[in-house]
């Protein structure tokens, strides 16, 4: 889920909503039609009037079943929906990412989608994918919009400098691509950097390409952590740019994604990992003239593997209209419908028929990158762990600026994600 949206308009978001009742509209009025309520969380300008068209479309061929369109917002979206549920006042039609939908599907505030989703959708998704959603057996939301994380470079560095180029046939490896960031490094120029202000999901989605797993589910269910070699690959490749090559920007770290596009434009760094809607603020503000390419991440043991949170639709469990709100989901769905929620977002479909059109697979903006990495992605690793985000947000996100910075060692990293982690899921699986 993208962490892009201003805070300036959460706030007033979330009280609008639920001031305007952001309630399960699915009563039908006096008029005898059923009414729904979808609520949206695209945020850019593209993507919500792509929304807000495909809502037209429905509404005008189904006059019996009206939408309403209601804007969310992604940095208020947790607690607002927590709010709306508990109060009885849910959307019908959610939209949401499957690393949010845990607490709500095991609190009974989603409907389990099995029996009414139709078999064209859950044929149409990858079993990946759907597993992203997929909670004690249940489907509790469909995932439809997908965001792998590349390396957005300068082609003019890139080519003066002499390095091989990667593509998604033959990317660099891990080791490879920290030597490549050593011969980027000079005159005033590092060769990444990292903007790691939220450093658990970059960390651990892409630590699935060496074979990092961290979270362990026994035979009972139970998930306890345990960090291998291949958990360390990432955090130590980044670590050692930082403070032993001096080839990544330390003072990217703590910054979020958009704030290095300035230093990247400037010549600063040579590439910067970024999710790959990050396209759309590079093309609308890169200076004329400025040459870019998007190039697949490293590789590991396991290939470009890497975890993602799809964007999701769920049905509110006190809907009295869910029928109709799968109906709706499987018309925004629709494969040409889907094709065009994905380039409004500059993202991935999930879906395969809306995957293979040809508009996702030009060279222009790094499109058929981001299409050659599809089959690659994995439900994030922590995906339906309980506790997962106290763990981040007490445990793993300060012990890995920490380590980042060169502040602890790699010892006491493993000691901080383990043992203290450990302690925390075990509150949740009591």
């Known amino acids: 889920m993208r962490a892009l949206v201003r805070t300036a308009a959460a706030a007033a978001t979330a009280l609008a909503l639920l001031l305007t009742g952001c309630g399960t509209g699915g009563d039908g009025g006096t008029d005898g039609k059923i009414r729904l309520r979808f609520q949206s969380l695209a945020w850019q300008k593209e993507s919500v009037d792509i929304n807000k068209q495909l809502v037209g479309e429905w509404n005008a061929a189904h006059p019996d079943i009206q939408v309403q369109y209601v804007q969310g917002s992604w940095d208020s979206v947790h607690d607002q929906l927590l709010t709306s549920f508990e109060g009885g006042e ?3 039609v959610i939209h949401d990412a499957s690393d949010d939908l845990a607490d709500f599907a095991y609190g009974g505030y989603l409907a389990d989608l099995r029996a009414l989703l139709p078999d064209r959708l859950t044929r149409d998704i990858p079993r990946q994918s759907w597993r992203t959603a997929t909670f004690d057996g249940g489907v509790y939301g469909v995932p ?3 965001e792998p994380r590349v390396l957005i470079a ?5 080519k003066e400098s002499g390095v091989r180029i990667p593509t998604p046939e033959k990317p660099w490896s891990w080791p490879e691509f920290r030597e490549v960031t050593e011969e980027l490094t000079g ?5 990444v950097a ?3 202000k939220e450093p658990v999901s970059v960390t651990l989605n892409l630590g699935l390409s060496a074979g990092g797993e961290l979270f362990h589910r026994d035979a009972d269910g139970k998930v306890t952590i345990a960090m291998g070699e291949g958990d360390q690959v990432v955090p130590g490749t980044i670590h050692d740019q930082v403070n032993t090559d001096r080839s990544a920007a330390r003072t990217a770290l703590g910054m979020g994604g958009g704030d290095t596009l300035p230093g990247f434009f400037g010549g600063k760094y040579a590439m910067v990992p970024l999710g790959f809607s990050y396209r759309q603020q590079v093309v609308e503000q890169a200076p004329k003239g400025f ?3 998007v190039l697949p991440a490293p590789a590991g043991r396991d290939g470009l593997a890497q975890g993602v949170s799809p964007q ?3 049905v509110a469990e006190d809907s009295p209209h869910k029928k109709e709100a799968v109906r709706f989901i499987d018309f925004l769905l629709r494969p040409a419908n889907m094709v065009r929620l994905a380039k409004g977002d500059w993202m ?3 879906g395969t028929e809306a995957l293979a059109d040809p508009a996702l697979h030009t060279a222009d903006r790094g499109w058929a990158t981001g299409a050659a990495l599809a089959g690659t992605l994995r439900s994030a690793p922590a995906q339906s762990v309980r506790g997962y985000p106290e763990w981040k947000d007490k445990v793993a996100t300060p012990a890995l600026q920490e380590y980042y910075s060169g502040a602890i060692d790699a010892a006491e990293l493993k000691k901080r994600l383990v043992a203290d982690g450990n302690r925390v899921l075990a509150r949740y699986q009591r």
């Not at 005159?187 to 060769?191: I, L, N, P, T």
């Open 194 to 196: 990292w903007p790691l």
């Open 348 to 350: 991935l479909p999930t």
């Open 154 to 158: 300068n082609t003019r560095i890139l």
């Open 312 to 314: 999701t639709l769920s």
């Open 90 to 92: 849910a959307p019908d």
């Open 144 to 146: 439809f919009l997908q």
């Open 187 to 191: 005159e005033g120029r590092y060769g």
């Open 291 to 293: 040459e870019w390419t």
